[in-house]
């Protein structure tokens, strides 16, 4: 199996209006991003395949400075104008760059931390594969042939907010198997 990847650094601004008002987030603000393509092939690349992704790696590095440094990330689509996270970001570059990269099989986005977005030196990387994409999964949701043998249903609570102004959230995971 081989891996490849391509890394590029940008500033951008963004915001997440989903989330309450009184979060740092939920206005416009600036970050640090670091994004990385992620190439898998089971065997070596064929001379074609490699040539392909050695040059759309290439384009990336300049298509970040052109489309993502210093703008305004919930400006670049549509299904980025509310909620431009680390993940929606991530999705959108897969979905950008897939037809574009021979065998792309992640996009990572390293982006400031959840708790303290203002501190650069704790920053969290989030993956975004297909695979774990309900929206892109491997197989539709109304497949027939898909059986389920059960489902697992838990709940946790997620506390955010001010000390003065938490709010409890109750968070639920569902895992089809």
């Not at 992620?38 to 384009?59: C, G, P, Q, R, Y």
């Not at 909620?83 to 792309?104: E, F, M, S």
């Not at 043998?149 to 639920?172: C, L, N, Y």
Request: charge should be negative; proline fraction near 5%; hydrophobic fraction near 35%.
């Amino acid at each position: 199996m081989m891996t490849l990847t391509r890394e590029g650094d940008f500033a951008a601004v963004h915001t997440q209006q989903t989330l309450p008002s009184w979060h740092l987030c939920h206005r416009p603000h600036q970050h640090q991003w670091t994004v990385q393509l992620e190439v898998v092939a089971e065997d070596n690349l064929t001379d074609d395949e490699s040539a392909a992704v050695h040059t759309a790696f290439a384009k990336f590095d300049t298509w970040i400075d052109e489309h993502l440094h210093l703008h305004n990330l919930n400006a670049l689509d549509d299904s980025l104008a509310k909620n431009c996270g680390a993940w929606q970001l991530g999705k959108w570059i897969y979905a950008t760059w897939r037809d574009r990269v021979p065998h792309l099989a992640a996009v990572h986005v390293q982006g400031p931390t959840r708790d303290h977005p203002s501190d650069p030196r704790e920053r969290y990387v989030v993956t975004y594969r297909p695979e774990d994409d309900p929206s892109y999964g491997r197989y539709r949701l109304d497949n027939d042939d898909i059986q389920v043998a059960g489902i697992d249903v838990s709940w946790q609570e997620s506390w955010s907010g001010p000390e003065e102004a938490r709010t409890m959230e109750m968070v639920k995971h569902v895992t089809v198997r």
